[in-house]
């Protein structure tokens, strides 16, 4: 399985941007789709998450402002992040889930994109 991020930039604080991630090979539409991050100087954290029938949850950090949605005709999961702020600055990865585990842990994930980097400027 490959994922391949995308949307990333720079956005003031305020604005929004869209994140996806295109998969190819295996059985997408089965999979637990994560969203994680890597702020500078921090270790790697959870985002959000969808699972295959369309269940999601969010970081406490992210709740109310981003929205993870899927496409499984197209093979690709979203991150709509609105009303962005500095703190969100980060590489966001993507990652697929191909067994059941804990969808807030990355190292439950086996497949990962190459991320994809967001800044945010106040």
């Known amino acids: 399985v490959q994922l391949v991020e995308s949307g990333g930039g720079l956005v003031q604080a305020g604005g929004s941007l869209r994140l996806s991630c295109a998969a190819s090979?295996?059985?997408?539409?089965?999979?637990?789709m994560g969203w994680f991050r890597r702020a500078p100087g921090k270790e790697r954290s959870f985002v959000s998450t969808?699972?295959?029938?369309?269940?999601?949850d969010y970081a406490s950090s992210v709740k109310g402002r981003f929205t993870i949605s899927r496409d499984n005709a197209k093979n690709t999961v979203y991150l709509q992040m609105n009303n962005l702020k500095p703190e969100d600055t980060a590489i966001y990865y993507c990652?697929?889930?191909?067994?059941?585990?804990?969808?807030?842990?990355?190292?439950?994930?086996?497949?990962w994109g190459q991320g994809t980097q967001v800044t945010v400027s106040s």
């Open positions: 969808i699972k295959w029938m369309g269940v999601t």
């Open positions: 990652a697929a889930m191909v067994r059941p585990g804990d969808p807030g842990s990355g190292n439950e994930y086996t497949y």
């Open positions: 090979g295996g059985t997408f539409s089965r999979y637990t």
